[in-house]
Nanobody
Framework: QVHLVESGGGLVQPGGSLRLSCAAS????????IGWFRQAPGKDREGVSC????????YYASSVKGRFTISRDNAKNTVNMQMTSPKPGNTVVYYC????????????????????????WGQGTQITVSS
């Protein structure tokens, strides 16, 4: 069976750090473009960070640029996102998603995307930033 599983969520204090992991089973992430998305209550899901499978290029939403880092760990078949100084607010659910390698730019993967373009979605991991 094919699965994506996110982990690493929880409660984090403002100014703290957290690392989310997206682990794949049943397929190899090497050949997939990966995106991290988040959804706050009552809001649309938005792209946070994406990484291309072809050249490893990355994209970050302006709200997280400089604070979040996406990376691949091919040996573990995972994609991680290191989050530094997440901003306090509502509890947010972070999702990872995978789409087969293609010619779409890494920015388009995160900005001009449709859920159907991503073959696999994880179940989400919840993050609460609070002191």
């Amino acid at each position: 069976q094919v699965h994506l599983v996110e982990s690493g969520g929880g409660l984090v204090q403002p100014g703290g750090s957290l690392r989310l992991s997206c682990a794949a089973s049943g397929f190899t992430l090497d050949y997939y473009d990966i995106g991290w998305f988040r959804q706050a209550p009552g809001k649309d899901r938005e792209g946070v960070s994406c990484i291309s499978s072809s050249d490893g290029s990355t994209y970050y939403a302006s709200s997280v640029k400089g604070r979040f880092t996406i990376s691949r760990d091919n040996a573990k078949n995972t994609v991680n996102m290191q989050m530094t100084s997440p901003k306090p607010g509502n509890t947010v659910v972070y999702y990872c998603a995978a789409r087969p390698w293609g010619i779409t730019s890494v920015q388009a993967m995160c900005v001009n995307w449709r859920p159907s373009e991503y073959n696999h979605w994880g179940q989400g991991t919840q993050i609460t930033v609070s002191s």
